[in-house]
């Protein structure tokens, strides 16, 4: 095996650059349509409630809907790695899954209370 032009024999050849392409942005825009949907979620389940006249099922959905919407509009998912090249997005996923759930839960738990003749 020959080496590369500019490498002497015995030296490891540097890894090729890193090509990106549009994943980062395909990824940020991944999650904000996640965050869409749950607000979108969460506004539906609380115009359903303020229907029902739930008043318990409006705060809990608002609240969901603002946990998930206001960080990120603060700091948006922009794609891009750091500056250190280490991509920690842990924080935003576990805050959106939480947030997620914590939907389904107040969903469903209206859902049955609704099931079993509950206000």
Same mark, same amino acid.
């Given at each position: 095996?020959?080496? /590369?032009?500019?490498?002497?024999?015995?030296?490891?050849?540097?890894? /090729?650059?890193?090509?990106?392409?549009?994943?980062?942005?395909?990824?940020? &825009?991944?999650?904000?349509?996640?965050?869409?949907?749950? @607000?979108?979620?969460?506004? &539906? &389940?609380?115009?359903?409630?303020?229907?029902?006249?739930?008043?318990? #099922?409006?705060?809990?959905? *608002?609240? !969901?809907? !603002?946990?998930?919407? @206001?960080?990120?509009?603060?700091?948006?998912?922009?794609?891009?790695?750091?500056?250190?090249?280490?991509?920690?997005?842990?924080?935003?996923? @576990?805050? #959106? #899954?939480?947030?997620?759930?914590?939907?389904? !839960? @107040?969903?469903?738990?209206?859902?049955?209370?609704?099931?079993? *003749?509950?206000?």
């Amino acid at each position: 095996m020959t080496p /590369p032009e500019g490498a002497r024999p015995g030296e490891r050849p540097s890894p /090729p650059e890193r090509d990106e392409g549009l994943q980062p942005e395909r990824t940020a &825009l991944a999650w904000q349509r996640t965050v869409l949907g749950v @607000v979108v979620g969460a506004l &539906l &389940l609380a115009a359903s409630g303020l229907r029902a006249g739930n008043g318990a #099922v409006v705060w809990a959905a *608002g609240v !969901v809907a !603002v946990l998930t919407l @206001v960080p990120s509009v603060l700091r948006p998912p922009d794609g891009r790695l750091p500056s250190h090249g280490r991509l920690y997005a842990w924080s935003f996923l @576990v805050r #959106v #899954v939480g947030l997620v759930l914590a939907l389904a !839960v @107040v969903g469903a738990a209206w859902a049955l209370s609704q099931a079993f *003749g509950g206000p």
